[in-house]
Nanobody, 123 residues
Framework: QVHVVESGGGSAQSGGSLRLSCVAS????????MAWFRQAPGKAREGVAL???????KYAQSVNGRFTIARDDAENTMYLQMNSLKPEDTAVYYC?????????????????WGQGTQVTVSS
């Protein structure tokens, strides 16, 4: 079993920055690949960024160049540095984790999920 817990959400002005963290615990094989997803009110959940222990990363086009995903395997922690925030980045952000082999931002391929953290960006 794997548990992932997000933190770092909050409010920011348009153009501002926030950093999210996700701490994983349990069988480390099942957090080889970690990702961030988000869900805005009335919209489907969408992938934001993914990182594997191999350092492979993938970003959604909407955040590429503004968000940076990173991980510290010594601390079992994944980060999402969000810069140049826009109101359309407002959403609940979820951490997801699973075994090796996930290379796409497809929520159906991730088994372990956190409870989410709210990010609100005002104009």
């Amino acid at each position: 079993q794997v548990h992932v817990v997000e933190s770092g959400g909050g409010s920011a002005q348009s153009g501002g920055s926030l950093r999210l963290s996700c701490v994983a615990s349990g069988n480390s094989y099942y957090y080889y690949t970690m990702a961030w997803f988000r869900q805005a009110p009335g919209k489907a959940r969408e992938g934001v960024a993914l990182i594997a222990r191999s350092t492979y990363t993938k970003y959604a086009q909407s955040v590429n160049g503004r968000f940076t995903i990173a991980r510290d395997d010594a601390e079992n922690t994944m980060y999402l540095q969000m810069n140049s925030l826009k109101p359309e980045d407002t959403a609940v952000y979820y951490c997801a984790a699973d075994a090796p082999g996930r290379v796409e931002l497809n929520e159906r391929t991730f088994k372990f999920w956190g409870q989410g953290t709210q990010v609100t960006v005002s104009s």
